[in-house]
């Protein structure tokens, strides 16, 4: 499996995004220099922002572009959590049908209350396949 974003079209990169807003995102992104290749899931901004350097936006072209790219990442980190909060409501609700709330939570770690509140977590929202820097 490639980790890397290399060869991405924006579709690619934006999946996580409503259609009828890849266009706007993607002219944003053009305008700010930033190219779908770029977008990736942070690992390289995080590593720039970090290092101490104060010109450690530049090779994104800029602070823009960095806000823009962060940005992304983070909305895309969003919809991972729900993604894997709707995977954790359907095997919560399953666990349910042969054990009991007690039993469930205690071999989550967490209590009753929030079991129930994890099992009526279903979501009606469509999700991405596969995150957009894992294709193979």
Do not use: C
Request: charged share 20%; net charge negative; aromatic share 6%.
């Amino acid at each position: 499996m490639n980790s890397q974003p290399g060869g991405y079209r924006w579709r690619d990169v934006l999946a996580h995004r409503p259609e009828d807003q890849h266009q706007a995102i993607t002219e944003r992104f053009l305008a700010a220099g930033v190219d779908a290749e770029t977008v990736d899931g942070g690992d390289a901004l995080h590593a720039a922002a970090s290092s101490g350097a104060e010109d450690w936006s530049q090779q994104f072209g800029g602070a823009l572009p960095a806000a823009l790219l962060a940005a992304e990442v983070s909305l895309l980190a969003a919809h991972l959590v729900s993604r894997a909060s709707a995977v954790r409501a359907l095997a919560v609700e399953a666990l349910l049908d042969d054990y009991s709330a007690v039993a469930v939570a205690a071999a989550l770690g967490v209590s009753r209350q929030k079991v129930y509140d994890i099992g009526k977590g279903g979501s009606t929202t469509s999700f991405i396949d596969i995150a957009p820097w894992r294709h193979s």
